[in-house]
């Protein structure tokens, strides 16, 4: 089921107080919203003319939320804060996740992508205070990044200085590891792996 970042976001609107005078615009808005979806839902075309159908959609639900309902209707607050309060790249998030679909890309991977805002790996590092230290629970730092939208998954790790993986001296986690991420800023990052094998 693709994520909803940008329903997310219009029901947070709605539930922030500074937020109040616009709850008529806000609630058509969401109804605007799942007429959207079920739009992109009905949708059976394939390959770049599902691509053209989503698009024509999309840029039909912008105009309308961002024209004819904040602009046109919306408080100097929304006008102001459409942006902090992410409706608008929100609805770019939830569309992106829409062309990760077996009809546009036939060769998606077997497995579930995930798909979607992440917070995405970006490195890796052990900060052991001292030699003795190098027979404790392993201290990692793990960098990561905040993603609009990202294409990947969630890899699962155990660090220990027991082969054993003895419960007291290992350190455990998950990290979400992205091969594309865009940014609102409109930056798309690839990213390149190496397996090393034993």
Request: charge should be negative; aromatic fraction near 8%; include cysteine.
């Amino acid at each position: 089921m693709p994520r909803t970042p940008h329903r997310e976001k219009l029901i947070a609107a709605m539930a922030n107080p500074k937020c109040a005078e616009d709850l008529p615009v806000l609630r058509e808005a969401q109804q605007g919203y799942e007429h959207w979806v079920a739009q992109m839902d009905a949708l059976t075309s394939e390959g770049r003319k599902k691509v053209e159908d989503l698009t024509a959609l999309l840029n039909r639900y912008k105009d309308f939320l961002e024209v004819d309902l904040i602009a046109e209707r919306g408080s100097p607050f929304l006008k102001r804060q459409k942006g902090q309060l992410k409706l608008d790249n929100s609805v770019m998030e939830e569309f992106l996740v829409r062309l990760i679909d077996p009809a546009i890309l036939p060769n998606l991977p077997s497995f579930e992508l995930e798909v979607g805002p992440q917070t995405a790996f970006m490195s890796l590092s052990f900060v052991p205070p001292s030699i003795a230290s190098l027979d404790e629970k392993p201290e990692v730092v793990l960098k990561v990044k905040d993603q609009d939208f990202a294409i990947g998954k969630s890899l699962h790790f155990k660090f220990s200085p027991t082969a054993d993986f003895n419960e007291a001296k290992t350190m455990q986690g998950r990290l979400y590891l992205a091969v594309v991420a865009a940014d609102s800023d409109g930056a798309v990052e690839h990213f390149g792996f190496h397996s090393i094998q034993q």
